[in-house]
């Protein structure tokens, strides 16, 4: 069991991975069609080996448009469409620059996990 689990990881590229971005693609604003360019952008990017995304049926926060979070950053992004994913993906996963435009909240994932732990220590 440990080798399958250990494929499936090495294929997720988990091990090099360093941006996890969840796509909506609950009901008809057009999430599959923006996870779809996502990926393929990704890839002309050159960026599979450090940038995963996934489809996930709701994140709770429904708009106008397609919604997507970009993790560890925590960097919500409302109204994304084909268009606007070009821009995600070259300013913010290739360049490291949040675009500003399209974010409609933040909840950076390395500050909880910092606070925690340090709750946890005392």
């Known amino acids: 069991m440990?080798?399958?689990l250990q494929k499936r990881v090495s294929k997720a590229r988990l091990d090099t991975m360093q941006r996890h971005v969840?796509?909506?693609v609950d009901g008809d604003c057009g999430g599959k069609t923006v996870a779809k360019a996502l990926r393929k952008a990704v890839a002309s990017q050159g960026l599979r080996a450090?940038?995963?995304?996934?489809?996930?049926d709701c994140l709770d926060v429904c708009t106008k448009g397609?919604?997507?979070v970009v993790y560890p950053e925590g960097t919500w992004?409302?109204?994304?469409?084909?268009?606007a994913v070009e821009r995600l993906v070259t300013q913010h996963l290739r360049d490291g620059r949040v675009v500003?435009?399209?974010?409609?909240h933040r909840?950076?994932?390395?500050a909880r996990c910092f606070v925690d732990r340090l709750d946890q220590t005392g």
């Open 2 to 4: 440990a080798s399958k």
């Open 22 to 24: 969840l796509v909506c």
């Open 50 to 56: 450090t940038v995963s995304v996934a489809k996930v």
């Open 66 to 68: 397609t919604i997507a």
């Open 77 to 83: 992004y409302a109204g994304l469409d084909e268009k």
């Open 100 to 104: 500003e435009d399209l974010v409609f």
């Open 107 to 110: 909840n950076p994932l390395e």
